[in-house]
């Protein structure tokens, strides 16, 4: 089945600063890859998706990549705000069956 | 649009007791809907996978017994902790299927067991 591992765990940056967070899968027919962000206390949310025909794609601060040769993709976050602290979870899936990262906790420091 | 409510948020219950949790996608319909549980600073772990109209598939180790689905309609799907143990506190967050691959998720609910 898949596997996905993420890195890094933990993650600290100051205001403004860039945040990267990388994640590797091990299922070559997983083609959907989404990002999540998950609050204290809060069910996930969906903040940015890509399909595996895309290599890259953006939406405001957050951008995600996608190489599918490596199996590996990231989530970018530019100028960081304290309200972006929070567990962002990275996924994939083959099917309609998705299996997460261990989770990044992310703090941005004002 | 794409919301997912949970019901209840948090629920307190004795042990031997059971619990139901509902699952609802508000604006859109969901032939697929997951349930996960989700341990202190851990990730998700999915439990089932809950169709409309016919039985749940249950991941390994999960108790169909003790972990009751029932995906009655389009849009709700239940869960049931029965015979409730305080092992069994936990977060339990359920998704619904929008797309062939989107999922969204609840809020939560908060399982204490006493």
């Known amino acids: 089945g898949e596997n996905v591992e993420q890195h890094p765990s933990t993650l600290s940056v100051q205001e403004g600063d860039s945040a990267v967070i990388k994640c590797t899968y091990s299922?070559?027919?997983?083609?959907?890859f989404p990002w999540y962000k998950q609050e204290l206390g809060k069910g996930p949310q969906l903040i940015i998706d890509?399909?595996?025909?895309?290599g890259e794609k953006k939406d405001q601060r957050i951008a995600v990549t996608l190489n599918k040769t490596a199996k590996h993709f990231s989530l970018h976050i530019t100028e960081t705000q304290p309200e972006d602290s929070a567990v962002y979870f990275c996924?994939?899936?083959?099917?309609?069956?998705?299996?997460f990262g261990a989770g990044t906790r992310l703090t941005v420091k004002p | 649009g794409a919301v997912v409510s949970q019901h209840p948020s948090r629920v307190i219950c004795k042990s031997g007791t059971s619990v139901k949790i509902e699952c609802r996608s508000l604006?859109?319909?969901?032939?697929?809907m997951f349930w996960y549980r989700q341990f202190p600073k851990q990730s998700l772990m999915l439990m089932a996978t809950?169709?409309?109209?016919?039985?749940?598939?249950?991941e390994q180790g999960v108790e169909k017994d003790k972990f009751l689905i029932n995906h009655a309609s389009l849009t709700l799907s239940t869960l049931t902790v029965t015979s409730a143990h305080p092992e069994d506190s936990s977060f339990y967050i359920c998704?619904?299927?929008?797309?062939?691959?989107?999922?969204?998720f609840g809020p939560g609910t908060r399982l204490t067991v006493t």
């Open positions: 996924a994939a899936s083959p099917r309609d069956d998705m299996r």
């Open positions: 998704s619904a299927l929008r797309t062939p691959y989107e999922q969204y």
């Open positions: 604006d859109f319909q969901a032939t697929t």
């Open positions: 809950s169709n409309e109209g016919s039985k749940a598939t249950y």
């Open positions: 890509i399909r595996s025909n895309v």
């Open positions: 299922d070559s027919a997983s083609n959907y």
